[in-house]
Each structure stands twice: as structure tokens, then as C-alpha cells.
């Protein structure tokens, strides 16, 4: 079937529903007097609390009357909160929330989180591989 743009239907990037599907889910609470809450998955890239962290997830609540200035956009969620009276901006990739939920009943949505490693950079690999030739013995056993 022909795509009526002329392009091949594969080769179109669709962008992803979930920052739509969090800021639904999030305004739905906020219209209902509910608190919503995000569970993260927390690697280098989560700028968060790291001792409010457990099993690298953490959850938080983004509520209105919980933190100031929230930006709900495409790519991240940021916000500043207070933490033991101690004020933070947070930053959260999209990519990061694995759950947002109304804590009142529950009600909210899962998502994969599809993190890969970072990728080593090719050079420190072939410095490994240079160093580990330069440490082997170029002496020979003569007999």
C-alpha cells in the first residue's frame, strides 16, 4: 500500500506518544485534585536526589503544591522541588519514566524503559588493546 505523501512508510519516524501520554495522565490528575506520582529509572543521566534513590528507581511526587516551574516537554521532565527543606531542580529524560500514577487510586500508566549502555568510546578500546601489546614480553626464551 502507497503512502499518499509518496515516501516509503518504513523510512518515516514516528515520534513517540509517551511525553503526550505523560502530560495527559498528568494534567487528568491535576483537573481531579489527585497527586501525581513518576517512578524513574535512575543512571548519570537523571539529575535527582541520589540518597532519596533505591535500586536505581526512584519516585516522586510532581504535583503543583510538590514542586515549582514544571516543564513537561518531548524530551525531559523538569521541575524544582525541595527535598528535606533543601531546594533542586531536577531533570528527567522522557526516556527515564517508567510509571506515571495518580497516588489516590492508582490509576496511571507503565512504560517501557529501553536504556542501553553507553557505548565505549572506540578509542579508549584500542588504547586497551595498544597498552595491552606494549605490556607482553618482547624477550625470547633462548635455549
Known sequence: MSNP???DASSIKVPSTKPYLIRALYQWCVDNGFTPYVSVFVDPSVDVPREFVNKDEIVLNIGPTACQSIEIDN???????????????????????????????????????????????????DNRENSKEATKSHIKLVK
Open 5 to 7: 505523501f509518496g515516501e
Open 75 to 125: 524530551e525531559s521532565i523538569q521541575f524544582k522541588a525541595r527535598f528535606n527543606g533543601i531546594p533542586k531542580e531536577i531533570y528527567i529524560p522522557i526516556t527515564h519514566v517508567m510509571t506515571i500514577y495518580s497516588r489516590e487510586n492508582s490509576q496511571g500508566m507503565s512504560f517501557p524503559v529501553h536504556i542501553s549502555p553507553p557505548e565505549e568510546p572506540k578509542e579508549s578500546k
